[in-house]
Nanobody, 128 residues
Framework: QVHMVESGGGLVQPGGSLRLSCTAS????????IGWFRQVPGKEREGVSC????????NYSDSMKGRFTISRDNVKNTLYLQMNSLRPEDTGVYYC?????????????????????WGQGTQVTVSS
C-alpha cells in the first residue's frame, strides 16, 4: 500500500506560480509511475501530467505544456508539480496518483482509471 499526501496548494493570482508536492510513505515511489490530476466540481478527474519511474519520460496535457513541469526525487520519495503562468481555469483539487510498473521508462498516461493509489488532494485556487 502506498500512502500519498499532497501539499503546496493555495490561493494565487492569475499569472502566479505554485509548487505542489506529493510525498509517499509505505513503499518506495521508485517502483511507480506517477501522475498529477485535477478535478473541479461536477467534472471528471482530468490528467495534468505524468512521469516515468526514472523521471526521464514525461507527458503533459496540451493546456499545461510550457507552463507546468513535473519532476520527482526518488531519494526523498516525493513528486513535484511546478505550475507557472497560472490561469483561473487551473483552479481545482490536484491529486497525485501512482501505478506500479516494471519498466523505468514508461509513463502510466493521463487516464485516471489506470492508477492504483491516490492522495487526498490539495486545493488550488487561481483568482484575483
Amino acid at each position: 500500500q502506498v500512502h500519498m499526501v499532497e501539499s503546496g496548494g493555495g490561493l494565487v493570482q492569475p499569472g502566479g506560480s505554485l509548487r505542489l508536492s506529493c510525498t509517499a510513505s509505505g513503499r518506495s515511489l521508485e517502483n511507480y509511475a506517477i501522475g498529477w490530476f485535477r478535478q473541479v466540481p461536477g467534472k471528471e478527474r482530468e490528467g495534468v501530467s505524468c512521469i516515468s519511474r526514472s523521471g526521464d519520460v514525461t507527458n503533459y496535457s496540451d493546456s499545461m505544456k510550457g507552463r507546468f513541469t513535473i519532476s520527482r526525487d526518488n531519494v526523498k520519495n516525493t513528486l513535484y508539480l511546478q505550475m507557472n503562468s497560472l490561469r483561473p481555469e487551473d483552479t481545482g483539487v490536484y491529486y497525485c496518483a501512482a501505478l506500479w510498473v516494471l519498466s523505468k521508462v514508461v509513463v502510466a498516461g493521463l487516464d485516471a482509471r489506470a492508477y492504483e493509489y491516490w492522495g487526498q488532494g490539495t486545493q488550488v485556487t487561481v483568482s484575483s
